[in-house]
Nanobody
Framework: QVQLTESGGDSVQIGGSLTLSCTTV???????MGWFRQAPGKEREEVAT???????NYVDSVKGRFTISKGNGKTPLFLQMNSLNPEDSAMYYC??????????????????WGQGTQVTVSS
């Protein structure tokens, strides 16, 4: 069983920045990791993904503002969020699926999920 733990969520003002981190055991082999978010009353949304091949993907609403990156060791994933606005307020989740180096390959479902970290953006 792979456990994921998110951190870095906070309350910030419009235009602020945050960096989210995802901690887990050392991941070996090919994988795809991603950040998802869910606001109250809304469906879960894929925000950004990155595979072990290093190629990132972003939802249109965060392009140019958010950057997903790979870390090392037990912190393999980050999400740098800039120019935050109230529409970014949500619980943010880290997710992982194994076996494919590209997030464009393999089954779409992520098998492992963290508990989430809350991001709140207000004026």
């Amino acid at each position: 069983q792979v456990q994921l733990t998110e951190s870095g969520g906070d309350s910030v003002q419009i235009g602020g920045s945050l960096t989210l981190s995802c901690t887990t055991v050392n991941i070996l082999g090919r994988y795809c990791m991603g950040w998802f978010r869910q606001a109250p009353g809304k469906e879960r949304e894929e925000v950004a993904t990155i595979g072990s091949d290093g190629r990132p993907n972003y939802v249109d609403s965060v392009k140019g503002r958010f950057t997903i990156s790979k870390g090392n060791g037990k912190t393999p994933l980050f999400l740098q969020m800039n120019s935050l606005n109230p529409e970014d307020s949500a619980m943010y989740y880290c997710a992982l699926r194994l076996g494919y180096a590209s997030c464009d390959s393999g089954p779409p479902d992520f098998k492992y999920w963290g508990q989430g970290t809350q991001v709140t953006v207000s004026s």
